[in-house]
């Protein structure tokens, strides 16, 4: 196949991906929303709150949850991931000394979950915008692929989701929701592992955050992307040329 210089679709291409990684570099690209409604959760906290013998204790314990500091935008993976592990360890540590200081009987531990859980999803929604756009929109979608719900992470999904891992390790005995309730609290304040080993690998590799996302996030889709219109012209062109001859 002869060489061909790349046609306009394929210098399309190139600007459109290097205008937005430019954007996405400086920050300037717009994030995408979040999915999950989060006022919806905030309504079942205080729900379970409400019902609980201890809700003025889990009610302090959403404000002090609220209480922290902003850590900016534009970083490396490395320490997006550290600062979300950190906000973890957080809610870790509070959930464990409300569970000492307090007596979890009735729905308090269905109201340690909610909290729990929106703080997960808020540790993670604040971690996707800290980073690239592109990489949060990446990241969206792919929940919705493994998930396939628009909602993976409320309250509901969450219960059902480890209702029915403790229901297939223990079929003869299903878990009762004060039981999937403190496993959920368990596994809230835990940062997956693998994405832990991938971002220490970043972090070795020292980039910075426009350096990551040039070349992990926006290089490699550029390359296939561009590769593909390319050799669509080329095509295109070769069955032209054969119907003129």
């Known amino acids: 196949m002869a060489y061909r210089s790349p046609g306009p679709v394929t210098l399309a291409t190139m600007t459109i991906f290097a205008t937005l990684c430019f954007l996405d570099s400086w920050c300037l690209l717009p994030h995408p929303p979040p999915i999950v409604v989060v ?23 959403v404000d002090e949850l609220k209480a922290r500091a902003d850590v900016g935008i534009g970083l490396p993976s490395g320490e997006v991931r550290r ?22 009987t009735g729905t308090a531990p269905c109201s340690l979950a909610a909290v729990a859980v929106q703080e997960r999803e808020g540790a993670r929604i604040e971690a996707r915008l800290k980073g690239p756009a592109a990489m949060h929109a990446a990241l969206m979608l792919r929940d919705l692929w493994v998930y396939q719900s628009l909602e993976p992470f409320t309250l509901q999904n969450m219960m059902q989701q480890k209702r029915s891992k403790m229901t297939k390790s223990h079929p003869e005995a299903p878990p ?4 999937v309730c403190l496993a959920l609290v368990e596994s809230s304040t835990q ?30 889709v550029c390359l296939v992307i561009t590769m593909i219109a390319y050799f669509s012209e080329v095509l295109c062109c070769r069955r032209k040329k054969k119907n003129t001859d």
């Open 83 to 104: 600062n979300y592990k950190a906000r973890l360890q957080v809610l870790s540590d509070k959930l464990s000394a409300f569970r000492r200081e307090t007596n979890v």
């Open 176 to 179: 009762s929701d004060h039981e």
């Open 191 to 220: 940062s997956n592992k693998n994405w832990d080993l991938t971002a220490e690998a970043t972090t070795g590799a020292n980039l910075s955050y426009v350096q990551e996302t040039l070349v992990m996030v926006y290089l490699p």
């Open 39 to 61: 006022q919806s959760e905030l309504r079942t906290t205080r729900f379970f709150a409400s019902s609980s013998p201890s809700s003025d204790a889990v009610t302090q314990l």
